[in-house]
């Protein structure tokens, strides 16, 4: 589930109210599956960080004092579903429809209309929006000045689509908050 956060979040039925956050999200096994974090005021409806996500936070805390997410001054689109992929007579994989102008990602050859396939050799599943999530939280969490290989199909003047390679070096978010995309200076 999203909820405009930054993390995906598991909803539950665990009543969540102000002062009792924080505290771990349990399965019937007795594990911990997520950490509690918020919930609507009188619904009986709360919300936990998955215990996956978590413990990255967690790891970046411990290491950085905050958490640092990567990236290549891009904006991801949309998952190409099937249905999508149908219509456009394209691959399957993450839809990049906007490069920040001037940036790091339009310099090392990214356009918009590109579709990310794999990252690092791994294919990448755009079935759907929570894959897409998913894949995003995996960008995101690369090591900062890490390499990365990223494999995009570009669709060519004859309709067909051609497959590169592009290789880049994660840097480390810039937020620009009002502007509702990530921009590097």
């Known amino acids: 589930f999203r909820s405009g956060t930054f993390t995906k979040v598991i909803q539950t039925d665990a009543a969540i109210n102000p002062g009792n956050s924080g505290g771990p999200l349990f399965n019937v096994d007795g594990e911990v599956i ?3 974090t918020y919930g609507k005021r009188n619904s009986g409806i709360g919300f936990s960080i998955p215990i996956n996500f978590a413990k990255t936070l ?4 411990k290491k950085y004092g905050e958490f640092k997410r990567a990236e290549i001054p891009l904006h991801f689109g949309k998952a ?20 920040a102008p001037n940036s790091y990602a339009q310099e090392v050859g990214l356009k918009a209309g590109d579709i990310l396939t794999k ?10 929006e929570e894959a897409f999530f998913d ?12 390499n990365a290989e990223l494999t995009i199909q570009r669709r ?15 840097v480390q978010d810039d937020p620009a908050p009002a502007s509702g995309y990530q921009d590097r200076k």
């Open 80 to 99: 190409m579903t099937e249905e999508l992929a149908h219509v456009l007579k394209s691959p399957r994989g993450i839809f990049i429809d906007f490069v």
């Open 34 to 36: 997520g950490v509690n």
């Open 58 to 61: 967690v790891d970046h805390y």
């Open 119 to 128: 990252l690092n050799g791994n294919q990448i599943d755009g079935s759907s």
């Open 135 to 146: 894949f995003n939280w995996e960008f995101v969490t690369q090591p900062i000045g890490s």
């Open 156 to 170: 060519q003047g004859n309709g067909k689509y051609r497959e590169l390679i592009i290789n880049v070096k994660m």
